[in-house]
């Protein structure tokens, strides 16, 4: 058995991964996927002070409180600018950090800082004062290249707006989630913007890096659920082996709840809403 976390990216919720976690939990595994302050049924909670470090210290405290440890930690879209901190702040938590379609951030950046001006001037102009604080509305589905009308539709049904902060606040970083044994990034093909597979094709040229490709749109967790899931059993594997190698190498055991050691991660490239 292993234990999944999964982070949700913009405007979205823990519901978006529902799939994929009917997949690994009829499996037998531990699933994980909570809803970030402020979005999804956790809507009502947003206020101008929920900033970029709420989302890291949410997740964070979803492994202090469930005592997570090996867990398999994968993040959607802008769900990467959170994943990255929580797995920079306790990398011996970590048993593999899977990013799909997924933004890197850069120490004292933030995700705005990363866009082009004229793309920040696009998002800037897009926001919303409200008495909860600025926000930014979310995307028209649509542009998610969705391949069920329905899913695009659930979609716009249920994203809300987000707080502004966590796109201005600078991410805290110091290069220790480097250290996790098993890295993926997972892009998809049908998504128009060529923003994550660019990130791949760089990450592509990092050793420590395997790349796998998605046919979906954006939202490979509602499009594509059983790839998905199948990436992140594979993850979940190999991060057993590296686990059962170290204890191997230093004569302890290997933590509980992982699953059987099994062939690497999909492809290795020479190895990155």
Known sequence: MADFLLVHGAWHGGWCWRRVVEILAGEGHRVFAPSLTGLGD??????????????????????????????????????????????????????????????LP????????????????????????????????????????????????????RCVPQALRTYTDPAVLTGAWLQIEVLAYACTLRFPAPDFRDIAAQLAKDPRFTIRELQSGHDAMIDVPQDVAGLLLACAEAAHAAAAGAAACDGSSPSPGGTAPAAAVGSSAGSSS
């Open 106 to 157: 850069q120490d004292g950046r933030s995700l705005l800082d990363l866009d082009t001006p004229e793309r920040r001037e696009a998002i800037v102009s897009r926001v919303v004062e409200t008495p909860r604080g600025p926000v930014l509305p979310p995307a028209p589905a649509a542009l998610y290249a969705l391949a069920a009308p329905e899913d695009v539709a659930w979609v716009d049904r």
């Open 42 to 103: 956790r809507a009502h909670l947003l206020s101008p002070d929920v900033g970029l470090a709420t989302h890291v210290n949410d997740v964070l405290a979803v492994i202090e409180t469930e005592e997570l440890s090996q867990v398999i930690l994968c993040a959607h879209s802008y769900g990467g600018a959170v994943a990255t901190q929580v797995a920079d702040r306790v990398p011996a938590k970590i048993g593999a950090l899977v990013f799909l379609d997924a933004l």
